[in-house]
């Protein structure tokens, strides 16, 4: 079983930065792919950015592009990272992070092929 915690939601005037992290509770951690999606008040939850086990290869949506960085640290902590720089007041949502070990090196962008979630945290970016 795979446990995972997100931290370092918070508020942030427009054009500030947040640095999000999921901590995982696998000593296999290396093995998952990990996402980051996240969801806004009404809207249904979409996809930011994927990362592979190795850290080799990563993907963002268009949205986030340029402006978020994913990384992840295997060797010395289970931990993910999500940089959001040049924040905007559409990156207000709610933040979750995921993990599947089912893809190999594919970085999924659909919610239904993580089989892992933490409880999520917020994110408000204020104009």
């Known amino acids: 079983q795979v446990q995972l915690v997100e931290s370092g939601g918070g508020l942030v005037q427009a054009g500030g930065s947040l640095r999000l992290s999921c901590a995982a509770s696998v000593r296999t951690f290396s093995m998952y792919t990990m996402g980051w999606f996240r969801q806004a008040p009404g809207k249904e939850r979409e996809f930011v950015s994927a990362?592979?086990?190795?850290?080799?290869?990563?993907?963002y949506a268009d949205s986030v592009k340029g402006r978020f960085t994913v990384s992840r640290d295997n060797a010395k902590y289970t931990v993910c990272h999500l940089q959001m720089n040049s924040l905007r007041p559409e990156d207000t949502a709610v933040y979750y992070c995921?993990?599947?070990?089912?893809?190999?090196?594919?970085?999924?962008?659909?919610?239904?092929?993580?089989?892992?979630w933490g409880q999520g945290t917020q994110v408000t970016v204020s104009s």
């Open positions: 990362i592979s086990w190795s850290g080799s290869s990563t993907y």
């Open positions: 995921a993990a599947t070990d089912r893809y190999g090196s594919i970085l999924p962008t659909i919610q239904y092929d993580y089989d892992y």
